[in-house]
């Protein structure tokens, strides 16, 4: 065998290993496998980069399905670099995903991760099915439920906010392209730091994350900015507070959303997270030319709280039990956030079909009522009488924690509520549009045409974009 035909079989059979892994996947996550609940997700991703691999490779020497007699149609040593790259980026890209699949392999991470990606789906979906009511995403746009993995990362993020979302291996011109591509693939992606993923409580913080996706997703950015933009803030000459709120919108909604996804538990983890020395809290300083992502956290614990107390329900005072006196920059917006909260929180949302959020994700004193419930029958040793929500369960992991840690820790109460929220999911997939993506496997072709239709679509933008196969000259 002559070194060029070594050298292109030792491709192929990198590309054969790559089709074999994404069969074995398929099979995980079908209706009989360990990961039936992540079917649409797997089916999703590797339709796409099956498109990706199409695109850049196929009839090429190293396609396996492109017959190849002769010497001459190996085409020549030169191009073999490009073989590799086009090859080991694609690998890449699979893993990338596949490692957060893989996670659920490993026992002790599957029960909170499995808790994660319920709460997650329980306070997306709702918004998905009136976004595709609504007309506002349709056919295949429409995305899967989320997929929660843990992370190298300090705190909890979403989508393309931070250097996790970038593949390992890939060149520094391949990172920022892929990051590009991102946004459009077809599965969201929560990521939640290694240090808290065991840890029920502080789930609660990817309800604030599941905010950003409903944001990004489902186009609600724009509209979350024009309700802040009309809100009608007192004495604000030229309109200099109204900006500095506007350019924290997405927090902002994220942090709203937050609290209607797990109520009170979210104010109290949220509270947790942003506590640090009183007086470097108490005078956090508000620059108005650049004034970043976030609120000051006076005036982040001020909105959620507004947020309680507009769903009649007292907000906790563990904070304002240390930073009692806020002065500076933050006291002069705080008279504003009565007025941001009831924009976001009341506003009948064009992109929900006039839904407001607590319509689609019901929250008040009697879902407190229940958190209170579960948290006292887990920490009682109780067995809880009827079904809960994932939401309800995630907050009254924080509810039971908070009323005395270490009891909560000695009981095991993350694994007894992580196990009770994986007995209540339903059976099968989550997706709604189950026989869209069926038909990306072959049977009712026809329904599922716009799915299969979108991915390959994406499938060869990221080709394009990351400059592979015949996009790389």
């Known amino acids: 065998m002559s070194l060029l035909r070594s050298a292109v079989e030792s491709l192929r059979a990198r590309v054969r290993h790559l089709e074999s892994d994404w069969e074995a996947w398929r099979a995980r996550a079908g209706a009989s496998g360990d990961l039936a609940q992540h079917h649409t997700q797997i089916e999703r991703v590797t339709l796409t980069l099956e498109a990706t691999l199409s695109d850049a490779l196929g009839g090429t020497p190293v396609d396996p399905a492109t017959a190849v007699s002769s010497e001459e149609r190996l085409g020549a040593l030169g ?12 690998h890449l890209l699979w893993e990338f ?63 393309a906010r931070t250097k996790t979302f970038q593949p390992e291996g890939l060149d520094a011109k391949d990172v920022k392209a892929f990051t590009a591509v991102l946004m459009s693939l077809p599965v969201p992606l929560i990521g939640i730091p290694w240090e808290i993923g065991n840890r029920l409580p502080d789930l609660v913080l990817v309800g604030h994350e599941a905010g950003h996706i409903v944001a990004e997703d489902l186009r609600l950015a724009a509209e979350a900015r024009e309700a802040v933009r ?19 919108t997405d927090e902002i909604f994220a942090d709203v959303f937050g609290v209607v996804a797990t109520g009170k538990s979210f104010a109290s983890a949220l509270a947790a997270e942003l ?90 004193p009697a879902q407190e009522a229940d958190v209170a419930r579960v948290a006292q029958r887990v920490m009682a040793g109780t067995a809880l009488e009827r079904s809960y929500s994932a939401r309800v369960l995630v907050a009254a992991a924080g509810a039971a924690s908070r009323v005395d840690a270490e009891r909560y820790a000695g009981l095991g109460v993350d694994g007894l509520l992580a196990e009770r929220i994986i007995e209540e999911r339903p059976g099968g997939v989550r997706s709604v549009h189950v026989a869209a993506l069926r038909a990306t496997r072959g049977s009712d072709r026809q329904s599922g045409v716009e799915t299969r239709e979108a991915d390959e679509e994406i499938g060869a933008r990221i080709a394009e974009v990351l400059k592979l196969g015949r996009h790389s000259s």
């Open 275 to 364: 506590a640090a020395d009183a007086d470097h809290v108490r005078t956090a300083p508000v620059r108005r030319s650049r004034p970043g992502a976030y609120p000051t956290p006076p005036l982040r614990v001020a909105l959620v709280n507004e947020v309680l107390a507009r769903l009649d329900i007292a907000p906790p005072s563990d904070w304002s039990d240390v930073y009692r006196d806020v002065i500076g920059d933050s006291r002069e917006l705080a008279r504003d956030v009565p007025v941001v909260a009831a924009a976001l929180l009341e506003r009948s949302w064009t992109g929900l079909g006039g839904e407001t959020l607590t319509d689609l994700l019901p929250w008040g």
């Open 97 to 159: 995903f596949r490692d957060k699949f893989a996670q659920r392999d490993v026992d002790r991470f599957r029960a909170p991760l499995d808790a994660a990606d319920d709460l997650a789906w329980a306070c997306y979906q709702p918004c998905l099915d009136a976004a595709v009511r609504a007309g506002r995403v349709a056919g295949g746009r429409v995305k899967e439920p989320p997929l929660v993995f843990y992370a190298p990362d300090r705190t909890p993020f979403a989508k």
């Open 230 to 248: 009309g809100a009608m803030l007192s004495d604000d000459t030229n309109g200099a507070r109204r900006d500095v709120w506007v350019a924290w």
């Open 79 to 90: 191009a073999l670099p490009g073989f590799r790259r086009d090859i080991g980026t694609i």
